[in-house]
């Protein structure tokens, strides 16, 4: 017996009432996408993609969907089975902080631009990621958007290229570093260690050689680096560097990439509007905290990070640290003496009396991992920056390991280069 009968469309509509991340499986982990969407896994595995007011054919099952928008929210999700027709599924993930509000931008400093610019467009609103900075491709056509803000960028989303420029060391040309430093872009790098830097020799031994942040004892020394990119996965080399009396913001980012971007961000308070400069300046200043979640504050008397206290001896300060959002256990203020004070999540406190220079940081940590790290407060006295001994040793026997390490990759060139770095660090030992 003949059968007409066609099957029954079913679709699903996802609506938030703003651009979110989607995700829509079923038991067997398979995922669903809109019509013209590109696969993407998380983390987790789990399937995603951006937008609102999507429509995706789905099978007649049980589905798991779920929304959600960067660090700054909470996520919301619902099960359901299809039924003919379409069926609306309306989720709006709740806010957990609103850091523009209080002048705080984030930004993914490190997005390669290996996808659609569509793509890149739709998840810099999908995940609120408020500025995105685009490494170049060889000869991409998107190279002519160097210092111009892309089509996509509004009041509260800001997408540049080579915004800011993760340097390779010895293979990076000096002039080209140069011009770009001109330019107002952010140098640094992007990648730095695979595993602990208890020690020199660790940190050495597993630094990342296709971004060879080694090298930022060298650059931080010479004022040739703004940043730091691994204050999280690397907290204690960084905290070396500023010890030993480098002034380098702590920024957040990775070179090998899985998962939606801006799953790890650098917040920058701006002065005033966001923009591009802006938000550089302020990066540059090390206005800045490095998470993977919460919203890590830092206060000293009432100066954030970044900021620069002329003390004299005997001096008390009052130091706070507050944070917001899921995933943290401890709260820490460290000085380069170490522990100030700590406590569980939410606010901490604690009065520094200044005797010699040193800094103040907070640390959000849990699981046994930092979660989030602010640059340091800095705290002069009689106009002597701090340059703790134990870290300008560490840092010195930092550079003869490094030395060791390339002596036969480079000319006598750059060895002068080193060369002065260590007379900066022997000479904050005077």
């Given at each position: ?14 609506r ?13 982990r ?9 696969p ?45 027709g379409e ?36 998840s ?16 991409d056509?998107?190279?002519c ?11 509260t ?53 296709g971004?060879?942040?080694?090298l ?11 940043s ?25 980012g ?10 790890e ?13 802006s ?8 206005r ?84 989030a ?10 106009n002597r ?35 002065e ?10």
């Amino acid at each position: 017996m003949r059968n007409d009968a066609t099957p029954t469309s079913r679709t699903i509509r996802l609506r938030a009432g703003f651009p979110c991340r989607w995700s829509v499986w079923s038991a067997d982990r398979r995922g669903w996408y809109p019509k013209g969407v590109s696969p993407a896994r998380d983390l987790d595995g789990l399937p995603y993609f951006h937008g609102d007011d999507l429509v995706i054919e789905v099978p007649p099952e049980r589905l798991t969907v779920r929304a959600a928008r960067g660090m700054e929210y909470d996520r919301a999700e619902t099960t359901l089975v299809p039924g003919d027709g379409e069926t609306l599924v309306e989720l709006a993930p709740r806010r957990i902080y609103d850091a523009a509000a209080r002048g705080w931008y984030g930004g993914d400093l490190h997005v390669r631009l290996n996808r659609p610019s569509q793509w890149v467009a739709d998840s810099q609103h999908g995940e609120d990621l408020h500025v995105v900075n685009l490494l170049p491709c060889d000869g991409d056509p998107m190279d002519c958007w160097t210092g111009r803000d892309l089509p996509w960028s509004d009041g509260t989303h800001v997408a540049r290229v080579d915004l800011a420029h993760h340097t390779l060391g010895i293979d990076d040309p000096g002039d080209s570093l140069t011009k770009l430093r001109e330019r107002g872009a952010l140098i640094g790098y992007a990648n730095a260690f695979r595993g602990p830097v208890e020690t020199p020799e660790q940190l050495v031994g597993l630094g990342d050689p296709g971004f060879d942040a080694r090298l930022s004892v060298v650059d931080a020394a010479l004022g040739q680096v703004d940043s730091f990119s691994s204050a999280i996965g690397s907290a204690r080399a960084y905290r070396r560097l500023i010890g030993a009396g480098n002034r380098i913001a702590a920024v957040a980012g990775a070179a090998h990439r899985l998962g939606p971007i801006g799953r790890e961000r650098t917040y920058a308070h701006v002065a005033g509007p966001l923009t591009a400069e802006s938000y550089a300046a302020a990066v540059r200043l090390g206005r800045t905290f490095a998470t993977t979640g919460p919203f890590l504050e830092l206060s000293a008397d009432g100066h954030g990070p970044g900021s620069t206290l002329s003390l004299t001896p005997g001096a008390r300060l009052r130091v706070t640290g507050r944070v917001i959002g899921p995933g943290v256990e401890t709260v820490r203020l460290l000085t380069a003496d170490g522990e100030l004070t700590s406590g569980p999540p939410g606010e901490v406190a604690a009065e520094l009396t200044v005797i010699w220079p040193t800094y103040v940081v907070a640390v959000a940590e849990g699981g046994g991992q930092v979660r989030a790290h602010t640059s340091p407060v800095y705290l002069d006295v009689e106009n002597r920056r701090v340059a703790r001994e134990e870290d300008v040793t560490f840092c010195l026997r930092w550079l003869e390991l490094l030395e060791d390490l390339i002596r036969d990759r480079v000319g006598a060139g750059y060895l002068a280069v080193v060369a002065e770095a260590r007379r900066v660090y022997e000479s904050r030992l005077a």
